[in-house]
């Protein structure tokens, strides 16, 4: 399974990364400047005429000097643009192993509809009898994603998964009150293992959190569950897949614990991709679920946005849904926008009726599975990340031992620290082998995680080439290589940055020179 590798140069050569150029460009790997640096002010990229002679009319709050626009021909805005682009490592340049993200290929198909004038070009003001054929499509996929979860109603207004944990939090705090134990319910118990969005989700719906550790082999206990329920709990949010890429098995028992309680069980469904058509988590006893459909149904990732993260509810909280929502009436289909209409809804938590592009998106990819290939979708999903850990477990360390494991499968820093190196080394030295590094130091219950999510979409193929050039470092760091480590990334376009410093202080504000 070896690559056989050739030195980087000669005998007698130099490392390639100690030659440095005249441009600072790398081969065809061009060096590039902001904006403000390469444009010259005196330069357009349009052919403006002459202004007519006018009157000056702002007096005293006339601009003094030009605005300091960068001025580039078109040629050379196009190139700037363009060369920035290549530098973004995508989905579609290679694989992208983020753990808990799912980065699955976005099929084009949903591009083609998405861009539908139909679709693409509606107004969110415009008379709801002009877009008929939008809410129908709403409706349908509120449908599938009812169907798919075993619930009984989903809200689609928030624009990602931490606003649908917003969401489906403030129905269970509405729920609460609307049966008067507002002041008596302010605990969610979250795992510790969780994303920091449950957390930060449950504080900022007004709850406190109180935390449960997992069981050693990466699992909640139902027993330390049951220890921390009491009248004081408001909801349990548990995450299935949890994020150590194990399936909850005692869901059942803990989603019984919490109702016995008198509390709510929230799911987080941002792993859903392990289990869509094959477990629906209305069965298991789940009252609310957001659902990334960027993760699992293959709406771009699109850098914080725009996104969508519809909450499924159960019976219990669906009279709870935000607005607005759909109703069907003899007219046709109806956007419901006001709280008033509805008199336990929890009221509008954003504008509008969510990203009908994501919409249109997430229903075109579940059509063109239809309900087979969405179950294959998850089966394939899972084998690929289990195919992963069983070329890598001989080499790498597991926290919670071999076991098997959903969608993503998780290895841990043990094996590394004996040799004198980290898991930010390790993810540092994959970048000069050409991949992403894996999602690193999270889930924070194992030390310097290494979280890998193939997604369903790489072919065997890809899936070697990475596994190869990862057993390949692996053995290079066993032999004792920590240079190839330690001043990773070599072949960057940047070497390596003081991340802390990066995040901590940094520079978004670009000074002229000598200004
Ligand atoms: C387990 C889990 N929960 C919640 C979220 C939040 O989702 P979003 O990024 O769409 O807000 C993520 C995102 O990565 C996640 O992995």
């Given at each position: 399974m070896l690559m056989s590798k050739e030195p980087a140069l000669k005998a007698g050569g130099a490392e390639a990364h100690e030659i440095k150029t005249f441009t600072g460009s790398r081969g065809l790997e061009i060096e590039e400047g902001l904006i403000f640096e390469i444009g010259r002010p005196e330069n357009t990229g349009v052919d403006l005429d002459e202004p007519l002679p006018f009157e000056h009319r702002l007096g005293a709050l006339e601009r003094q000097e030009a605005p300091g626009l960068p001025g580039l021909s078109e040629p050379e805005t196009m190139r700037h643009y363009v060369r920035l682009s290549r530098q973004n490592y995508a989905i579609d340049t290679g694989i992208y192993p983020l753990g808990s993200c799912t980065m699955k290929h976005n099929p084009r198909l949903n591009e083609k509809l998405a861009r539908l004038p139909g679709f693409a070009d509606i107004h969110p003001l415009q008379p709801?009898?002009?877009?008929?054929?939008?809410?129908?499509?709403?409706?349908?996929?509120?449908?599938?994603?009812?169907?798919?979860?075993?619930?009984?109603?989903?809200?689609?207004?928030?624009?990602?998964?931490?606003?649908?944990?917003?969401?489906?939090?403030?129905?269970?705090?509405?729920?609460?009150?609307?049966?008067?134990?507002?002041?008596?319910?302010?605990i969610v118990l979250v795992p510790e293992s969780a994303h920091g969005t449950n957390p930060a989700s449950a504080a900022g719906a007004g709850f406190a959190v109180r935390p449960v550790p997992?069981?050693?082999?990466?699992?909640?206990?139902?027993?330390?569950?049951?220890?921390?329920?009491g009248a004081d709990v408001a909801a349990i949010m548990l995450t299935n897949p949890n994020t150590c890429?194990?399936?909850?098995?005692?869901?059942?028992?803990?989603?019984?614990?919490?109702?016995?309680?008198?509390?709510?069980?929230?799911?987080?469904?941002?792993?859903?991709?392990?289990?869509?058509?094959?477990?629906?988590?209305?069965?298991?006893?789940v009252d609310a679920m957001h659902?990334?459909?960027?993760?699992?149904?293959s709406t771009p990732h699109g850098g914080?946005?725009?996104?969508?993260?519809?909450?499924?509810?159960?019976?219990?909280?669906?009279?709870?849904?935000?607005?607005?929502?759909?109703?069907?009436?003899?007219?046709?289909?109806?956007?419901?926008?006001?709280?008033?209409?509805?008199?336990?809804?929890?009221?509008?938590?954003?504008?509008?009726?969510?990203?009908?592009?994501?919409?249109?998106?997430?229903?075109?990819?579940?059509?063109?599975?239809?309900?087979?290939?969405?179950?294959?979708?998850?089966?394939?999903a899972v084998v690929n990340a289990n195919y992963v850990r069983a070329c890598l477990k001989d080499l790498m360390s597991q926290p919670f031992g071999d076991r098997l494991c959903m969608h993503e499968v998780l290895f841990d820093e043990t094996w590394l620290k004996p040799l004198g190196l980290t898991t930010l080394d390790f993810a540092k030295a994959m970048i000069d082998e050409g991949f992403h590094p894996m999602t690193i130091y999270f889930p924070l219950v194992a030390h310097g995680a290494m979280l890998i999510e193939p997604a369903e979409t790489e072919s065997k193929a890809s899936l070697d080439l990475f596994i190869a050039a990862?057993?390949?470092?692996?053995?290079?760091?066993?032999?004792?290589?920590?240079?190839?480590?330690?001043?990773?990334?070599?072949?960057?376009?940047?070497?390596?940055?003081?991340?802390?410093?990066?995040?901590?202080?940094?520079?978004?504000?670009?000074?002229?020179?000598?200004?």
């Open positions: 709801q009898s002009t877009v008929q054929g939008a809410l129908e499509l709403i409706a349908e996929l509120a449908r599938w994603l009812t169907v798919l979860t075993g619930m009984d109603a989903v809200a689609l207004p928030p624009r990602a998964g931490a606003q649908g944990e917003a969401c489906g939090l403030m129905a269970i705090k509405a729920a609460i009150a609307a049966k008067g134990e507002a002041h008596s319910r302010k997992a069981r050693a082999d990466g699992v909640l206990d139902p027993a330390e569950v049951e220890k921390r329920l890429g194990l399936f909850e098995k005692n869901i059942v028992e803990i989603a019984g614990l919490v109702h016995a309680a008198g509390a709510y069980f929230y799911c987080d469904g941002a792993n859903f991709n392990a289990i869509m058509g094959k477990t629906r988590p209305g069965d298991l006893g659902i990334n459909l960027h993760k699992t149904f914080g946005g725009p996104g969508a993260g519809p909450v499924a509810l159960s019976a219990a909280l669906s009279p709870f849904a935000p607005v607005p929502f759909l109703r069907r009436d003899e007219a046709g289909l109806r956007l419901v926008e006001h709280a008033g209409d509805s008199a336990n809804s929890l009221g509008r938590i954003a504008a509008f009726h969510g990203q009908m592009g994501m919409f249109v998106r997430a229903l075109a990819y579940m059509l063109s599975h239809g309900a087979d290939g969405l179950r294959q979708a998850a089966e394939d990862l057993r390949d470092l692996a053995f290079a760091a066993k032999r004792g290589e920590t240079e190839r480590f330690v001043g990773a990334p070599y072949h960057a376009p940047r070497r390596r940055l003081d991340e802390t410093r990066a995040a901590r202080n940094p520079v978004l504000k670009w000074t002229k020179p000598g200004a």
